[in-house]
């Protein structure tokens, strides 16, 4: 089973997937790898860093199998969109859609219903119109689904624990 939390920065994703490591512990997570890769942003990877993180999250997509993620097909196309320079990134995020929506995919969208913080993660983008725009190119791209694509896509409201148990209700 391949588990994505999907939604912009400062939504609860990260949250949600600490909870699921403890309720399903079969599943490994690829929580913090996007946080890795910021650690080493402007070391590494430069003007890369789009390209770098985007071939690392579809080799994990497809390669990988039985985990939890807080990246995912939606954001891989979100947040390169927002600069025309990486176009081409989203172009390849697409070819691979036919493996990020097989039977053993499914994702949980959060919305933003509160206000965006840091909480204390210098990582974070607090720029709430930024994170908009972010969260409208998800749901557009939900929109765009096929509609046996988009029965893979649950949203979820509420609370940490309601966010929880709707997840947990699908997963049964």
């Known amino acids: 089973m391949r588990i994505f ?18 309720e399903l512990p079969s599943l ?20 890369d860093f789009q390209y770098k993180i985007s071939l690392y999250c579809l080799d994990m997509y497809v390669n990988d199998h039985d985990f939890i993620s807080s990246r995912s097909y939606f954001d891989s196309i979100a947040y390169p969109s927002m600069n025309e320079k990486y176009n081409d990134i989203v172009s390849m995020v697409r070819l691979y859609k036919k493996y990020l929506f097989q039977d053993d995919c499914i994702y949980f969208y959060l919305p933003i219903e509160f206000d965006i ?17 972010i969260d409208s190119l998800i749901r557009l791209e939900i929109a765009s689904l096929s509609k046996e694509e988009q029965e893979k896509v649950i949203t979820l409201h509420g609370s940490v624990e309601e966010r929880m148990d709707q997840i947990m209700k699908a997963l049964l």
């Open 117 to 133: 913080s840091s909480d204390g993660n210098d990582l974070r983008c607090v720029d709430k119109e930024y994170q908009r725009k």
């Open 5 to 22: 939390i999907t939604g912009a920065q400062g939504t609860g994703k990260s949250t949600l997937v600490k909870r699921l490591e403890e």
């Open 28 to 47: 490994h997570t690829h929580d913090s790898m996007s946080r890795e890769f910021m650690d080493f942003k402007d070391e590494q990877f430069g003007e």
